[in-house]
């Protein structure tokens, strides 16, 4: 079983800086795969940055060049370091694991076993 726990959230203005963590517990094998997504007022989830067990990134086009996901394994956690923000980025943040993911399903829902319980970002303007 794996357990994430999401932190770092909080309200930012436009182009401003705010860098989210997720930490895990259980298998280090059952998260080799992990992943940001966010769920934005009356919108679906949508992908927001992966990373695979050799640590290569996968980023949405909304957000490639401003956020940088990485990965500590030694203190079982995962970052988002999210820059420039703008008030299209508020949203629920949501960390999320999996054993393995093929490619094509890195940034949708459907690749993931495990969530976390969400972070909330809110950017004014």
């Known amino acids: 079983q794996v357990q994430l726990v999401e932190s770092g959230g909080g309200s930012v203005q436009a182009g401003g800086s705010l860098r989210l963590s997720c930490g895990a517990s259980?298998?280090?094998?059952?998260?080799?795969?992990m992943a940001w997504f966010r769920q934005a007022p009356g919108k679906e989830r949508e992908g927001v940055a992966s990373?695979?067990?050799?640590?290569?990134?996968l980023y949405a086009d909304s957000v490639r060049g401003r956020f940088v996901i990485s990965r500590d394994a030694a203190k079982n956690s995962l970052y988002l370091q999210m820059n420039s923000l703008a008030p299209e980025d508020t949203a629920i943040y949501y960390c999320?694991?999996?054993?393995?993911?093929?490619?094509?399903?890195?940034?949708?829902?459907?690749?993931?076993?495990?969530w976390g319980q969400g972070t909330q970002v809110t950017v004014s303007s």
């Open positions: 259980g298998y280090p094998e059952s998260r080799a795969f």
């Open positions: 990373i695979d067990k050799s640590e290569a990134p």
């Open positions: 999320a694991a999996a054993r393995f993911v093929w490619y094509e399903n890195r940034l949708l829902e459907r690749g993931y076993d495990y």
